[in-house]
């Protein structure tokens, strides 16, 4: 699988900004799809992850943030609004097989490249 990731940009706090990720393969719908972010200088954080049918959130983006794909279109977007300041990072989208408990515990076997996302105070 082969993931590019799109739609990063300088947004001011308060607004909304849509990611999408493009993946390669016929499989694309067996597998979990995921939203990390990484900010300067800290490490790689979970967002957001999709199974068909199932969602789960950080706790940091629940209610701002949704994740969706399009398995026709092999596609995962992640629409983010009420944007804040912290949340400006490089956002990579993942791909890994469903476990069985969840998607808490999806091990990502393949990342897409980072998509740059800045939130302006």
């Known amino acids: 699988v082969q993931l590019q990731a799109s739609g990063g940009g300088l947004v001011q706090a308060g607004g909304s900004l849509g990611l999408s990720c493009a993946a390669s393969g016929r499989t694309f719908s067996s597998y979990a799809m995921g939203w990390f972010r990484q900010a300067p200088g800290k490490g790689r954080d979970f967002v957001a992850a999709m199974s068909t049918g199932s969602t789960y959130y950080a706790d940091s983006v629940k209610g701002r943030f949704t994740i969706s794909r399009d398995n026709a279109k092999n596609t995962v977007s992640l629409q983010m609004n009420s944007l804040k300041p912290e949340d400006t990072a490089v956002y990579y989208c993942?791909?890994?097989?469903?476990?069985?408990?969840?998607?808490?515990?999806?091990?990502?076997?393949?990342w897409g490249q980072g998509t740059q996302v800045t939130v302006s105070s």
């Open positions: 993942a791909a890994g097989p469903v476990p069985l408990w969840g998607l808490r515990f999806v091990e990502y076997d393949y």
